[in-house]
């Protein structure tokens, strides 16, 4: 049976945590399981699903043999959560969730003070290439910009008094809600395309290189498919045109391919880019709640959520457009702050220190990201709550 160690590691420098099976297997530098939050939440195995092998052992070292296999990533779990793991009331919850968007992946569930705790953030550029990608992203923004004949004017009461909301809209101080939805649209279709891309790179890498991944596959899987339900929650309120359909198209051809060879060369670069990108949108967003709690979106002011969103969010039904509006931008900052927290990552080695959970949304919302030593700190802490609970779980099933 293996054992589980935790012991202070010197990697290159800065002093990284490392936790480590006693097994033949080589371990990454940062080594974390590969739980996902949401095995930690549901996954305390049963006793008839725990593996065979602690079936037969003592009481003891059964106990010991499911701590390990919860928490080492030699165990079972340590690629998330397995429907086997569940218990049968874990498995009616998830059929009862399944009317209520229990299709999807992981995804977040916010309270109130959590959607207006987010914070437009900028990450302070340290590389040449930090900068030039920073450049790069505003560059793109402002052609994006000049393209729609968007000024992105602050609009003030003494515009009010001189223009109605039409008369802005038609000079381009003002996004309608039409010209918001294309936007939107636009945006959120390039934007669900690099956690598939770097989610597959990682995929092939595991399969090819026939290693573990250290959890980074399911965190940029879901990020993709974040991105994805942002674009069908909005798809559900826009009637795109066949022009924007077509650029879509035309910006998907480019894009992925672009995205797909910078993340094969450097994939440091392209988290670090997604996360330029990311800062950007959760200033947009904030900009278009801002719109709508001024009444600058008449059409928006009493707007529902579409259900796609109720389910998703798990939102009340009454709901409202802008409370999704909020949870998107909520979810824009989780990944503004974990991209560049992988990004400040060994891109070989580390292993991903959100695949057991994520720090509270506060955290998520208001700063940039994790530096290496911070990720492991955070891997640490996450690890010995989560060894204390399975613990825990097991004393009272003995
Ligand atoms: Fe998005
Ligand atoms: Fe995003």
């Known amino acids: 049976m293996s054992s589980l160690l935790v012991m202070p590691l010197r990697a290159g420098g800065p002093s990284v945590l490392r936790i480590a099976a006693t097994s033949s297997r080589r371990a990454p530098a940062l080594c974390l399981a590969g739980l996902h939050t949401s095995s930690i939440a549901r996954t305390p195995p049963a006793p008839s699903a725990a593996p065979k092998n602690a079936a037969s052992s003592s009481s003891s070292s059964a106990a010991a043999d499911a701590t390990t296999s919860a928490l080492s990533h030699e165990g079972r779990g340590s690629e998330g959560a397995h429907y086997n793991d569940k218990t049968e009331a874990d498995i009616s919850a998830l059929i009862a969730t399944d009317k209520a968007g229990g299709w999807t992946l ?31 992203v505003r560059l793109t923004k402002w052609t994006f910009d000049k393209v729609t004949g968007y000024k992105g004017t602050h609009i003030t009461p003494d ?8 008369q802005l ?18 945006l959120e279709s390039i934007a669900g395309v690099p956690g598939m891309v770097g989610g597959t790179l990682r995929h092939l890498r595991s399969l090819r290189l026939l290693r573990r ?34 650029v879509v198209l035309g910006a998907q051809g480019v894009f992925y391919n672009l995205f797909f060879l910078t993340y094969l060369i450097t994939p440091k670069t392209a988290h670090r880019f997604v996360a330029a990108l990311e800062e950007e949108a959760v200033r947009t967003y904030t900009h278009c709640i801002e719109d709508v709690e001024r009444g ?14 109720i389910d998703y969010w798990r939102m009340p039904e009454d709901a409202s457009l802008l409370d999704v509006i909020k949870a998107v931008r909520a979810d824009e900052a989780t990944h503004r702050f974990v991209n560049h927290s992988l990004a400040n990552l060994d891109q070989k ?10 720090p509270a949304p506060e955290i ?5 990201g994790f530096t290496r030593e911070e990720s492991a700190k955070y891997a640490n802490e996450t690890q010995q709550k989560l060894l204390g609970a399975a613990k825990e779980q097991q004393e009272k099933q003995s």
């Open 349 to 358: 080695h580390d292993f991903n220190p959100f695949a057991l959970g994520e």
């Open 106 to 136: 992981m995804n977040p569930i916010y309270t109130e003070s959590d959607l207006d705790s987010v914070k437009v953030v900028y990450r302070e550029p340290q590389t040449i290439t930090d900068a030039t990608i920073r450049n790069m």
């Open 159 to 166: 515009h009010l008094k001189s223009s109605t909301i039409e």
């Open 364 to 368: 998520r919302g208001t700063i940039p």
């Open 213 to 246: 991944d250290g959890g980074w596959i399911h965190t940029l899987l879901e990020e993709a498919e974040n991105e994805r339900m942002h674009l069908l929650t909005f798809m559900t309120v826009a009637r795109p045109s066949w022009l924007t359909r077509a």
């Open 169 to 186: 809209r038609e000079k381009g101080d003002l996004l309608s809600d039409k010209a918001w939805l294309k936007r939107i649209i636009f």
């Open 296 to 309: 600058l979106v008449p059409e928006w002011s009493d707007k529902p959520a579409p259900q796609i969103a």
